[in-house]
């Protein structure tokens, strides 16, 4: 797995400070992405040592999140599992362009889990047609609780 790069944003899981790490070699490969560089096969390794080096590198982040990694969803539950382990204080999310279906083996490591492909007629995260959907995570004696949080994301049309 690699990444292409790395931002700090505050828009993209509401309410943290968020490192959004984009993975590259995206296979959905959505007509219209606003990301769509991230579909070639670009950018460094990722793994333990970068991950830490990323975080590490800036302090004041409330959560790491995974966006894109549906090449490999295993990968994405390790450093996950890893980054709860060794920064228990930091929060886990993951941008999936696959159904929610693809994404529940990974729900017990995460905090926030987007999913859904982009389609342009709906629209992104921020569109009140979205086909997409933004999920916060709460872990219980029964499995994950998931609740749609999308809502956060319509701001600009409340």
Request: aromatic letters at 12%.
């Amino acid at each position: 797995m690699k990444y292409a790069d790395f931002k700090v944003v505050f828009r993209e899981i509401p309410d943290e400070v968020t490192l959004a790490i984009n993975i590259s070699n995206c296979p959905v490969k959505c007509p219209g992405c606003h990301s769509s560089y991230l579909a070639q096969d670009i950018g460094e390794p990722l793994d333990q040592a970068a991950l830490s080096g990323l975080i590490e590198s800036n302090p004041g982040i409330t959560c790491v999140s995974f966006m894109g990694g549906d090449g490999e969803p295993k990968l994405i539950y390790e450093y996950a599992k890893w980054i709860k382990k060794t920064y228990p204080k930091l929060k886990v999310g993951w941008y999936s362009g696959r159904d929610l279906n693809n994404a529940k083996q990974n729900l017990e490591v995460l905090d926030y889990v987007k999913v859904g492909p982009y389609i342009d007629e709906y629209g992104p995260l921020d569109s009140p047609h979205t086909n997409q959907r933004f999920y916060a995570i709460t872990q219980s004696s029964e499995g994950p609780k998931l609740e749609d949080k999308t809502k956060l994301f319509l701001k600009r049309y409340i």
